[in-house]
């Protein structure tokens, strides 16, 4: 009687292997905490990369993944795939994601408060405070104002990743 001998990659203590982990299970795990953001919007993985994890390595490997950055997706309206994932620290990633779902303003870092009556913008990350935390810019009465603010503070201090919004 011979024995059958499970084969496997061999490569799940890489640090890409728990990158690749890690997007399928946000695509594809309804228990995950950010299942909703990906699955829902229809957000997938690409086939290339779905099932083969050697695959998705060896693209990382020569595509600047290393550690110490994550895994971006250029367009966030897109899935996961070789052409629009690139490798970037994690201040680019965080301001290049998408809004928070709380936001009711549709516009990144303003939000109205209620007990003032006011739009409020603010800003964070480690090129505004080296705290990494919220600089106030000020309170407004609309919220065109408050992203105006936003987009200026931007430019005078050439951020260069915090993205300028246009208002709608």
């Known amino acids: 009687m011979t024995k059958k001998v499970l084969i496997t990659h061999g490569l799940s203590k890489h640090y890409l292997y728990g990158v690749w982990l890690d997007m399928k299970l946000r695509c594809e795990d309804p228990n995950h905490s950010s299942y909703d953001l990906y699955s829902a919007k229809n957000r997938k993985v690409c086939k290339e990369w779905k099932h083969d994890v050697v695959r998705f390595i060896q693209w990382g490997l020569e595509n600047g993944g290393k550690k110490g950055l994550d895994l971006d997706r250029e367009d966030n309206s897109l899935g996961y795939s070789p052409e629009n994932c690139r490798f970037v620290p994690r201040l680019v990633n965080r301001h290049n994601a998408d809004m928070q779902r709380r936001n009711k303003t549709g516009y990144e870092g303003v939000w109205y408060d209620k007990s003032r009556g006011r739009y409020v913008s603010s800003i964070k990350g480690r090129d505004v405070l080296p705290s ?37």
């Open 132 to 168: 990494n935390k919220t600089k106030h810019l000020g309170r407004f009465f609309t919220a065109e104002q408050a992203v105006e603010a936003r987009n200026n503070f931007i430019r005078d201090n050439k951020l260069p990743h915090h993205r300028i919004q246009e208002i709608k």
